[in-house]
């Protein structure tokens, strides 16, 4: 058990630009969710995949946001023409079937300059 | 609509003290409740569950909680802090059905002297 592995764990960027973070879950978990903790904040729910089956993105900050897991391993997330508020931290969690606990990668740190 | 409230932002304790963080949530129904612990540069570590049964669950690192339907609270105590607790510490409730995402509260920040 490798844990759940996200990278990079930093990125600055200027606005306008695009980003895409990666997310490796544990193995055997089919469940991949994605959030965003700003500071001072818990984490909030943007994403939600079963297998490679997107089931919940309405939480989704906006259509600059969006999200893949193409085979139902890894998942991508894509900020495109990014702004200064989304400077947050992007964390990614997995697990293996409904109500077991989330396991949380260490996140990607997102800077908007 | 779920929420969850922590109404302490920062608790400072001594070293060997006992240590009660506060949890409310809302929810329509039975809800799963957790505590997770977030260090500095780590992920988000769980402490503990609760699903149903035995409203006293029991965790890891010596924590326990308490759900209290009638207080729509689920308090985090220890009974002696060691410092290497001091962290972030977040409740969250979870639906029984459908996404398994979670809300979380805020936060409550955790620092311990000596």
């Known amino acids: 058990d490798t844990g759940v592995s996200q990278d990079p764990r930093h990125k600055i960027t200027k606005r306008g630009q695009n980003v895409t973070f990666r997310c490796d879950p544990i193995?055997?978990?089919?469940?991949l969710y994605w959030y965003r903790q700003t500071l001072g904040q818990g984490p909030e729910f943007l994403t939600y995949?079963?297998?490679?089956?997107?089931?919940?993105k309405s939480r989704l900050l906006s259509d600059r946001f969006s999200a893949e897991r193409p085979k139902g391993s890894f998942s991508t997330l894509e900020i495109q023409r990014t702004e200064q508020g989304d400077s947050a931290m992007y964390l990614c969690?997995?697990?293996?079937?409904?109500?077991?606990?989330?396991?949380f990668g260490s996140g990607t740190q997102l800077s908007v300059l | 609509a779920q929420s969850v409230t922590q109404p302490d932002i920062h608790i400072t304790v001594s070293e060997g003290a006992s240590l009660e963080l506060r949890c409310n949530y809302s929810?329509?129904?039975?809800?799963?409740l957790f505590w997770y612990v977030q260090s500095p540069g780590q992920g988000l570590q769980l402490l503990l569950k609760?699903?149903?049964?035995?409203?006293l669950v029991q965790g890891i690192k010596g924590f326990e909680a308490e759900f209290k339907r009638s207080q729509s609270s689920f308090n985090l105590r220890k009974p002696s802090v060691h410092w290497s607790d001091a962290a972030e510490y977040f409740c969250?409730?979870?639906?029984?059905?459908?996404?398994?995402?979670?809300?979380f509260g805020t936060g409550t920040r955790l620092t311990v002297i000596p």
């Open positions: 995949f079963q297998n490679e089956a997107q089931l919940e």
């Open positions: 609760y699903f149903s049964g035995d409203t």
């Open positions: 969250a409730v979870g639906r029984q059905t459908g996404a398994n995402n979670l809300f």
């Open positions: 969690a997995s697990s293996t079937r409904l109500n077991e606990k989330l396991f």
């Open positions: 193995s055997e978990h089919n469940r």
């Open positions: 929810y329509g129904a039975t809800p799963y």
